[in-house]
């Protein structure tokens, strides 16, 4: 009996396989668990964004720093967190999802305290780098600690949740990273991360359950792991630095082919391997598929969304950014209470329905600032509706999506499979900064330069949709097969 052939939420003690031990449903409030591993996810997706609000700060403290180097500050993070995503779900899968949640934050930790003492960019670069490898390891392991706390019928609404908090996250950092800066300086946006994620370290300790699921004997894909790193890395790199003057467009073609060389490799390799870091069987589900696809086209558009809404207010607006930021928090306010909402809806009917309806919504959100924002500042009237519709937009879409990648993963999957969605997101975002950038990089923009953003958020929203019609998450589905087994689901 394979992996994917199991049919319950625990590992078969049969062939030197460990069983899991999870929290059981109704046992305990599972609430708890949801909130250590929250507090840590908010750290991780804020510090994400929180850094836009430092650039001036930091190029004042280390004045000596290009531009190009200070970049890298967010470059180096954003490209090893997406690289390091899948690989480190595997390793919460083998090696347990509490000891692997709980070493990423105490990475992330003491990285931030390194980055809060840099005092040259090369060490502030580097602290981020293992700031991302903190962030890595936690972000999979707390999904999968989500799903195993969770009795079956509550999951939809918990993942919904966690994906909440993390788009909430990332949308207060600019706001908060402005007051925090401008106040105290730029090495407190770092050092912030410090009580909180000694908190979550401590509380995880006495409340989560490990949850290891670990063949006796298997060992870890080393060579998939390095193919996997190398690829999506370089293919992240080649993205973020696409409008760099650093690198020659031979050089970045160069990235770019080595990344596609190096995933095609690793298809091959987890196709032979005896135990390869990700099952390919996962893929043969329709439903996981097309989510996986949904989530990027989903991502692009919701990067592109974000960082417009910066050049919109700053450049034709001219607000300040500590201003746009508050600007913004409606949005992602209204994101919260319609993830739970979604929750409970997708808990009953299944995710499909809550997400072509909110891609619509978040289309009409697009239809809004194509043809109602001027030039003159006018928020209440022009702006706040159109931010109030993406955000019910954002809440059905972002977190469903989560919830459809990981309804119907066997339990030995739960950190490599939500990973696996969690990079490919993260791969979207990246490149809807880079389109961003390219649409919106003139010095001196006018209102008509963001008329292409709003027509690429249309089509994407559309595009999502159509994405998302395979899929099917609904109870009855679900009832009929629990794994991605080849004979659960046609290809």
Same mark, same amino acid.
Request: with cysteine; proline share 6%.
């Given at each position: +009996?394979?992996?994917?052939?199991?049919?319950?939420?625990?590992?078969?003690?049969?062939?030197?396989?460990?069983?899991? $031990?999870? &929290?059981?449903?109704?046992?305990?409030?599972?609430?708890?668990?949801?909130?250590?591993?929250?507090?840590?996810?908010?750290?991780?997706?804020?510090?994400? $964004?929180?850094?836009?609000?430092?650039?001036?700060?930091?190029?004042?403290?280390?004045?000596?720093?290009?531009?190009?180097?200070?970049?890298?500050?967010?470059?180096? /993070?954003?490209?090893? /967190?997406?690289?390091?995503?899948?690989?480190?779900?595997?390793? !919460?899968?083998?090696?347990?999802?509490?000891?692997?949640?709980?070493?990423?934050?105490?990475?992330?930790?003491? #990285?931030?305290?390194?980055?809060?003492?840099?005092?040259?960019?090369?060490?502030?670069?580097?602290?981020?780098?293992?700031?991302?490898?903190?962030?890595?390891? @936690?972000?999979?392991?707390?999904?999968?600690?989500?799903?195993?706390?969770?009795? $079956?019928?509550?999951?939809?609404?918990?993942?919904?949740?966690?994906?909440?908090?993390?788009?909430?996250?990332?949308?207060?950092?600019?706001?908060?990273?402005?007051?925090?800066? !401008?106040?105290?300086?730029?090495?407190?946006?770092?050092?912030?991360?410090?009580?909180?994620?000694? *908190?979550?370290?401590?509380?995880?300790?006495?409340?989560?359950?490990?949850?290891?699921?670990?063949?006796?004997?298997?060992?870890?894909?080393?060579?998939?792991?390095?193919?996997?790193?190398?690829?999506?890395?370089?293919?992240?790199?080649?993205?973020?630095?696409?409008?760099?003057?650093?690198?020659?467009?031979?050089?970045?073609?160069?990235?770019?082919?080595?990344?596609?060389?190096?995933?095609?490799?690793?298809?091959?390799?987890?196709?032979?391997?005896?135990?390869?870091?990700?099952?390919?069987?996962?893929?043969? &589900?329709?439903? /996981?598929?097309?989510?996986?696809?949904?989530?990027?086209?989903?991502?692009?558009?919701?990067?592109?969304?974000?960082?417009?809404?910066?050049?919109? =207010?700053?450049?034709?607006?001219?607000?300040?950014?500590?201003?746009?930021?508050?600007?913004?928090?409606?949005?992602? *306010?209204?994101?919260?209470?319609?993830?739970?909402?979604?929750?409970?809806?997708?808990?009953?009917?299944?995710?499909?329905? @809550?997400?072509?309806?909110?891609?619509?919504?978040?289309?009409?959100?697009?239809?809004?600032?194509?043809?109602?924002?001027?030039?003159?500042?006018?928020?209440?009237?022009?702006?706040?509706?159109? =931010?109030?519709?993406?955000?019910?937009?954002?809440? +059905?879409?972002?977190?469903? *999506?989560?919830?459809?990648?990981?309804?119907?993963?066997?339990?030995?999957?739960?950190?490599?499979?939500?990973?696996?969605?969690? #990079?490919?997101?993260?791969?979207?975002?990246?490149?809807?900064?880079?389109?961003?950038?390219?649409?919106?990089?003139?010095?001196?923009?006018?209102?008509?330069?963001?008329? !292409?953003?709003?027509?690429?958020?249309?089509?994407?929203?559309?595009?999502?949709?159509?994405?998302?019609?395979?899929?099917?998450?609904?109870?009855?589905?679900? !009832?009929?097969?629990?794994?991605?087994?080849?004979?659960?689901?046609?290809?």
């Amino acid at each position: +009996m394979t992996h994917l052939d199991s049919h319950t939420t625990q590992a078969s003690s049969t062939h030197g396989e460990q069983t899991a $031990t999870f &929290n059981p449903p109704g046992a305990v409030s599972p609430w708890p668990v949801f909130w250590v591993v929250s507090v840590a996810v908010f750290l991780v997706s804020m510090d994400g $964004t929180i850094l836009f609000a430092a650039f001036n700060a930091l190029r004042v403290g280390f004045p000596q720093a290009t531009p190009a180097d200070l970049s890298w500050v967010l470059n180096a /993070y954003t490209v090893v /967190y997406s690289a390091m995503l899948i690989p480190a779900g595997g390793l !919460a899968d083998r090696h347990g999802r509490k000891k692997v949640f709980l070493g990423g934050v105490a990475l992330f930790v003491a #990285a931030s305290v390194a980055c809060g003492l840099a005092n040259s960019v090369e060490w502030l670069v580097a602290a981020r780098v293992l700031q991302a490898i903190g962030a890595a390891l @936690l972000t999979p392991a707390s999904l999968s600690l989500v799903l195993a706390a969770f009795p $079956t019928n509550k999951r939809a609404v918990a993942v919904s949740l966690w994906g909440a908090v993390g788009g909430l996250a990332a949308a207060v950092g600019p706001s908060l990273g402005s007051f925090v800066i !401008a106040s105290f300086g730029w090495q407190l946006a770092f050092y912030l991360n410090v009580p909180v994620g000694i *908190l979550a370290i401590w509380q995880g300790a006495r409340l989560l359950a490990e949850t290891k699921l670990q063949t006796k004997g298997r060992p870890l894909d080393l060579v998939g792991m390095c193919l996997l790193i190398t690829g999506i890395g370089a293919l992240a790199l080649s993205i973020v630095q696409s409008e760099s003057p650093a690198w020659s467009r031979h050089e970045l073609l160069g990235a770019a082919s080595i990344g596609l060389v190096c995933i095609i490799g690793f298809v091959v390799w987890a196709q032979t391997a005896s135990a390869p870091l990700v099952d390919l069987r996962l893929f043969r &589900n329709r439903t /996981y598929r097309y989510v996986n696809l949904a989530t990027l086209s989903f991502g692009i558009a919701f990067s592109m969304m974000f960082f417009a809404f910066f050049f919109y =207010m700053s450049a034709i607006w001219k607000y300040p950014l500590p201003l746009a930021g508050l600007a913004m928090m409606p949005g992602p *306010l209204t994101v919260v209470p319609v993830a739970a909402l979604s929750g409970r809806v997708a808990g009953r009917y299944g995710h499909r329905p @809550l997400l072509l309806t909110g891609c619509l919504i978040y289309a009409v959100s697009a239809l809004w600032f194509l043809f109602v924002p001027g030039v003159e500042p006018a928020y209440l009237t022009q702006w706040l509706p159109g =931010m109030l519709l993406s955000g019910v937009g954002i809440g +059905m879409v972002m977190p469903s *999506l989560s919830g459809a990648a990981v309804s119907r993963l066997p339990a030995d999957h739960y950190a490599v499979g939500g990973a696996i969605n969690q #990079a490919i997101r993260q791969i979207g975002s990246v490149m809807g900064v880079a389109l961003t950038v390219l649409l919106l990089g003139s010095p001196s923009l006018e209102r008509a330069d963001f008329n !292409a953003i709003y027509l690429c958020h249309i089509g994407l929203a559309l595009l999502t949709a159509v994405l998302c019609l395979p899929v099917n998450t609904s109870p009855a589905a679900i !009832a009929k097969s629990q794994t991605f087994d080849a004979s659960s689901e046609r290809a």
